[in-house]
C-alpha cells in the first residue's frame, strides 16, 4: 500500500486507486471536474516520488520538469509528497478584445494574451472566473492567421463559467486561462485523405478552427462539416462556412436541426444521423467530433462501424463540468 502526503496529511493509496480517488475518499479538498483526463482541472505537483507517465501526456515540458501530473489518471507506484497546483504555473492572463454575439445563446470571444502562445487551432484553454472557478473552451482561431485567441460560450455548457461570461465579463476586463490542452486538431502529414467532421452546440468552434488550420494548409482532400443543434435558431457562423465553400472548392458544410419549425436551408434530423447517413465508407478517412459528451461518444461508435480507423478518430467531448 502507497503513501500519499499531501499539505501535510498522509492517506494509505488502495491498489489500482488513482491519486484523486484516494484523496476524495479520505475527503481531502482538491480541485477536480471530469474525472477522465480530459479538464486538467485536477493537476497536482510531485516534488517526490515517481508518477505515472500517462498522467504526464500532452503537459507542456515545463510543467512535466515542475512534476505536474493529472491526479485522476495516476495509480501511485511509490509514496508520493504532493503540493496544490499554484497558479502563477498554470494560469497566463488575456484581455477580452471583443465580446459578441454569433446566436442568441452563443457569445463569441476574442482574447488578446499578455504572452505569445503557441497552441494549435481545435486545443482548449481553461478560463478561471474571479471565484475560482474553470471551464474549458475550445480555440476556434488559427494561430498563424489570427492575432486573437477565438472562443465559443455556450449559455448552458459550462454552468457558473459560462454565465459569468454571459452576464458580468466586459469588453477590456483581464482573464486568467489556462492552456493549451488537447490533443484534438489538425494533423498535416496525409494532405489526401478525406475529412469527416461532426459538431454539435459549440463544437463547432473547435471544427471550424481544425477546418481553416487544414485548408491554410493546403489540404487536398475532401473535407465535410456538419453542425446540429435541436433549435435551429441557435446554429451560427453560417456567413463564415459559407465564405469558405466560395473561396475552397474541396470544403462542404451542412447544417442541421432535430427540434420543430426547421427552415428550409437546414437539413432536420440529429447531426450525427444526417452525417453518418450520407458517409458509410470512412475507410482512410479521418473524422472530427467535437460538442456534448453523448453525441460524441456515439458518433466515435459509429465512425468505427463504417471502417474509420480509431487511431483517425479524434474528439473534443464537453463534459458537464460546472
Keep these: 500500500m502507497k503513501k500519499i502526503v499531501y499539505c501535510g496529511k498522509t492517506y494509505d493509496a488502495q491498489d489500482q ?3 484523486l480517488e484516494t484523496l476524495l475518499r479520505h475527503g481531502a479538498l482538491t480541485a477536480h471536474s471530469c474525472k477522465k483526463g480530459i479538464c486538467h482541472t485536477c493537476l497536482l505537483r510531485a516534488p517526490s516520488g515517481k508518477v505515472a507517465e500517462k498522467s504526464q501526456l500532452g503537459l507542456r515540458p515545463s510543467l512535466k520538469e515542475l512534476g505536474y501530473f493529472r491526479a485522476c489518471e495516476c495509480v501511485p507506484k511509490t509514496n508520493l509528497l504532493l503540493e496544490p497546483a499554484r497558479d502563477s504555473d498554470l494560469f497566463g492572463r488575456a484581455m477580452v478584445y471583443r465580446k459578441e ?5 452563443v457569445i463569441r470571444l476574442l482574447l488578446d494574451p499578455v504572452t505569445q502562445l503557441y497552441y494549435h487551432s481545435g ?5 478561471k472566473t ?3 472557478e474553470t471551464h474549458s473552451y475550445s480555440l476556434a482561431s488559427v494561430p498563424y492567421d489570427d492575432y486573437c485567441l477565438e472562443i465559443h460560450v455556450g449559455k448552458n455548457s459550462g454552468g457558473g463559467v459560462s454565465q459569468w461570461i454571459f ?3 466586459q469588453q477590456g476586463s483581464v482573464i486568467e486561462f489556462q492552456g493549451p490542452l488537447g490533443e484534438c486538431y489538425y494533423f498535416s502529414g496525409e494532405p489526401q485523405d478525406h475529412m469527416l467532421m461532426i459538431a454539435s452546440g459549440t463544437g463547432l468552434g473547435a471544427l471550424l478552427g481544425i477546418a481553416r488550420d487544414a485548408l491554410k494548409s493546403g ?3 475532401e473535407i465535410h462539416l456538419y453542425h446540429g443543434c435541436q433549435d435551429a435558431q441557435d446554429l451560427y457562423m453560417t456567413e463564415e462556412l459559407r465564405a469558405l465553400t466560395q473561396e475552397y472548392a474541396n470544403f462542404h458544410f451542412m447544417k442541421c436541426a432535430s427540434g420543430e419549425n426547421i427552415p428550409a436551408h437546414v437539413t432536420a434530423g440529429r447531426v450525427p444521423d444526417v452525417a453518418f447517413y450520407q458517409h458509410r465508407n470512412l475507410e482512410g478517412w479521418r473524422v472530427y ?3 456534448s459528451a453523448e453525441m460524441v461518444e456515439e458518433a466515435e461508435r459509429s465512425a468505427e462501424k463504417y471502417g474509420a480507423n480509431p ?3 479524434h474528439t473534443d467531448p464537453f463534459e458537464n463540468l460546472n
Design 130 to 132: 474571479p471565484a475560482g
Design 311 to 313: 487511431v483517425h478518430i
Design 101 to 105: 454575439r454569433a446566436a442568441a445563446k
Design 17 to 19: 486507486e488513482t491519486v
Design 289 to 291: 467530433l467535437a460538442g
Design 167 to 169: 452576464d458580468d465579463l
Design 219 to 221: 489540404h487536398k482532400g
Design 123 to 127: 486545443q482548449f484553454i481553461n478560463i
